[in-house]
Structures are given as structure tokens and as C-alpha cells.
């Protein structure tokens, strides 16, 4: 158990009755905040004022030339690569202010981001997961974080380091390393929350909030408002809290890959879990006109979400996301991605009816019926390579691979009835 008195110093109201101690929940484990009195839903369990959270809404982080500078130059970046550079400088000027908080955080690993590829937490998540899941992420996580250190992080660095020379004193910027930028993107990815401050979507990683551990809807134990009049994050009860609950809140729609890569755990089961499958968008021996001409209309939002790419020998393959219903008791397709497996296999013969398809009008027979066996074909392709990996990995955490698996079961049965 953990004393919260520390957590006024940083302007933390702490309404209700609370403790900090280790969860019991062994789906999320590690530090949990309790309940040690009753709560009223709607009741307001703690207060946290802007400027005392790590956001970019906070006007005190935004101070100082240098820091700006980052922080301009690290736009095109992204949100959580702003965040992380001033976490990255807090931690380097270790402020009065934020330092018991920090220090409560995770001890960094070194040379990873979030878990130690190789390692033994390594091997157990991401063993028999295959390149589609959490190494994957893993690895799309580094690169964003290289691109943001070369692009702009380390040339910073060179320059406020040799400013400082001149000083004597470098400045926060000039202090950065790649490990601490690193640990403070693993941290933004873990610990922030995407919030409405002030009309506006702001990352925010909020005291103590924090340090929630996840449940599967914000309907479910707690949420998280902004207070404009007092420019404060509060932490509102969602429904009645018994003595003793463990407070939680809701870190988003994330499936088991985005849970496992970026907080280390995953759910037995989790409705928001997607299954990507790869679908021929043209085949190889069509010609290449076609394939320009299905792409050049497509929407740009479905564009982005289908991820085409080349493939040897098969020409240009699509990713179709698909998700559970409600229910979590069948497959569902998106209208676009509806679309995308229509357009995957029209031919030449079907040229015309391309426009149709694109309004939502049924295509040819034939042409549907390809469209659902192409998406069959892919989810038992799924389904196959899930059982040899099952086969072939022991001792490894299969909640994301079994998951996965029901979905691609789920799917094959949607398109058996289809086609």
C-alpha cells in the first residue's frame, strides 16, 4: 500500500477515499488505485489540474525557444513523437514537480521499446504470434521512433549541445539520448490518453489516472472528463463503487496486438480483436490498366485503411481488416471493406460495373461469388497458419493467437454462406 500525499505537491485533489497497491487482476496486474469508501456513480473521485499533467495543453511545458523549436520541427511526427520529445526534456530536467511521479513509472529497458526483444517477456508475448501481431507493431513503433530521432530529435541535440559548450550549461534538449527518447515514447504509447481539453483532442498523461489499469468499456468503472472552468482533469465514477472495487478505466477500443505491444497484457476475450487477411487486388496476369483504374477510384479514407502493397507473383495485395459484431458472435465487414472485396476480383469483363460497385450496387453474380471464395480461401489460410504455429511453440501466451484464430473461423463461416 501506498501513501497519496505526495500526489498534492503536484496539485492532485484527491476527493474520494483511495489506496495505491498492487491489482489482484491478473489480466492486467501490476499497480491499481482502490476504492477504501463507497462512491456514488457520477461522484468525482480525483481532480488533476492541467498544468500539472504531461500534455501539450500544458502551457508550462511549451516554455523555452529551444523546446518550441522541437516541438515545431516534430509536427509532421505526430502527436504522441510531441509528446514523448517533452516527456523525454521533463525527465531530463528532472522538475521538482513531476519527479515522485516518474519515478513511480516502469524502470526503462534498455535498447526496446515497452518490452526487450529476445528477452524472456519477449519470448513468452511474441513467440507464437508470427510476424503479424505484436512484432509487427513492435517494429512499426521503432521505426516511428527512429524516423522522429533522426529527422529532427539528434540534429536538435547537436545543436543545443554545442550551444551549451559555450555555456558551460546545455540546456534540456541538448541533454536528450536516444534511450531516454526511446523510454518516453514507450511511455506516451502506454500511459496517454486521448482527451477533449479545452474543444480539443489533446494525448494527456494524467497523475495518478495514469496508473488505472484497463477495462473493457468506460461504461464499466470509471471515466475520464475535462473541467474547463477549473482547467482539471477529474476522474468521475460511471457507475456505483463498492469498498474495496479497484478502480479502472477504459484505454480504448484496442485489440489483443495493440494491448500486448504497447501495455504487455491481453484480454481472453476482446470484442475490439481485427483479423487482417490478404486478398489479391488484381491478379498478375490482367491487365495493368484494370488495376490503375479500380485504385484511382477508390475512396481515399478506404485507401488508407486497405494498405496495398506489392507482392512477387501476385501482383497487388490488399489487407481487409475485419472485426466482431457486437455480440462477439460473427464476423463483420465494414461497408468500405464490402467494397474493396468487390473490387478485388473484378475482371475485365466487369469493367462497367465498377462505377456500380462503387455506389454499393450489386456487381455481377460471378463477381460476388469470387469475392466471398477470396475471402474464404484467406481466412483458412489463416486458420492454417495459426495451427502450425500452435503446433511448433510451447510455453508462450496464446490468448491473441486463439483469439484470432475464432475470428478467422467466424469469418470462414460469413463467407460460406456468401459465395
Known sequence: MEALEMWSEIGVQIVADVELRESTDGGTGGLGVYARAAAASGDVILRAPLRGCLTLANPRLREGAETMGLLCELARHGAQCKLAAMVAIEMTRRSIAFAAWLERWP??????LGWRAGGEEWRRLAAGLG???????HEQHLAMASRAWTEVIEPSVSRAAAGGESTGEPDAVGSLTWERWLYALSMVLSRALDLRVNDESELAIVPLIDMLNHTRSSADSCHVRFDPSAQAFELVASVPITEGAELKICYGAKGNEELLACYGFALGENGADRLGLAL???RPDEPQILT???MAMLPSP????????EVEGSGRVATLEVHWDEQRKEARLAD???LLLRLSVLDMGDLPSITLALEGEPVSADAEARAWSALCTAAAAALDASQQREAAVDDSIDVLDRSL???????RRLALRKK
Open 280 to 282: 489479391p487486388f488484381g
Open 131 to 137: 510476424d503479424r501481431s505484436v512484432r509487427v507493431l
Open 292 to 294: 490503375m483504374h479500380r
Open 336 to 338: 468500405e471493406m464490402l
Open 405 to 411: 484464430r475464432e475470428l478467422a473461423e467466424a469469418v
Open 107 to 112: 524502470r526503462p529497458i534498455e535498447g526496446s
Open 302 to 309: 478506404v485507401v488508407k485503411v486497405i494498405n496495398l502493397r
